[in-house]
């Protein structure tokens, strides 16, 4: 069975930070590409920031400077660092795991965050 378990997610105010972390298992995570999107209500859901296999790294322009994806594949964790956060950062985030040449995409149930002074 395969599970994403998303957790750091929380209150914090304009300017500071917050990391999130995305737990796999019941997949070979090595193989898959891993991201972060984010959905506000009303709104479509977003790519934050991606990262492949290999440790290539995408970025929505929005996040460019302020956050950062990484992944650990020996603990199967993929890790988002959010700095200077601001308002319009809030949203749920969710946790993707995508192995295209099989068709293979996974989601986290998703986690809040929340901006605000």
């Known amino acids: 069975q395969v599970q994403l378990v998303e957790s750091g997610g929380g209150l914090v105010q304009p300017g500071g930070s917050l990391r999130l972390s995305c737990t796999g298992s019941?997949?070979?995570?090595?193989?898959?590409?891993m991201g972060w999107y984010r959905q506000t209500p009303g709104k479509q859901r977003e790519l934050v920031a991606t990262?492949?296999?290999?440790?290539?790294?995408n970025y929505a322009d929005s996040v460019k400077g302020r956050f950062t994806i990484s992944r650990d594949n020996a603990k199967n964790t993929v890790d988002l660092q959010m700095n200077s956060l601001k308002p319009e950062d809030t949203a749920v985030y969710y946790c993707?795991?995508?192995?295209?040449?099989?068709?293979?995409?996974?989601w986290g149930q998703g986690t809040q965050v929340t901006v605000s002074s």
């Open positions: 019941g997949i070979s995570f090595r193989l898959y590409a």
């Open positions: 993707n795991a995508n192995w295209a040449v099989v068709g293979n995409d996974y």
């Open positions: 990262i492949t296999n290999s440790g290539s790294t």
